[in-house]
């Protein structure tokens, strides 16, 4: 049974930082593409950035510079860094592996930006 765990959001101030984890079982997780998604009421679910199985990087513009995706393979975990958080970056953030015709999501994990 394949399962993506997120981790790591919360309510976090502008201009503060907060590092997601998605946690993978029941894949080969190193030949899978990681990505993170998010979406907000009443909008389409957005992507954030992914990561290929052999590190290379795509991020959405609004993001550029300011989060980052990574993974740890010996560690099946996928996890995107976030700093500089906006107001706008409140949403739901959802964790997608893919390979081929087979993706899945995580659950998804509240992130606040706020004061």
């Known amino acids: 049974q394949v399962q993506l765990v997120e981790s790591g959001g919360g309510l976090v101030q502008p201009g503060g930082s907060l590092r997601l984890s998605c946690a993978a079982s029941?894949?080969?997780?190193?030949?899978?593409?990681m990505g993170w998604y998010r979406q907000t009421p009443g909008k389409q679910r957005e992507l954030v950035a992914t990561i290929t199985s052999g590190g290379s990087t795509n991020y959405a513009d609004s993001v550029k510079g300011r989060f980052t995706i990574s993974r740890d393979n010996a560690k099946n975990t996928a996890y995107l860094q976030m700093n500089s958080l906006k107001p706008e970056d409140t949403a739901v953030y959802y964790c997608?592996?893919?390979?081929?015709?087979?993706?899945?999501w995580g659950q998804g994990t509240q992130v606040t930006v706020s004061s």
């Open positions: 997608r592996s893919t390979s081929g015709l087979r993706g899945y």
């Open positions: 029941g894949i080969i997780f190193g030949i899978f593409t």
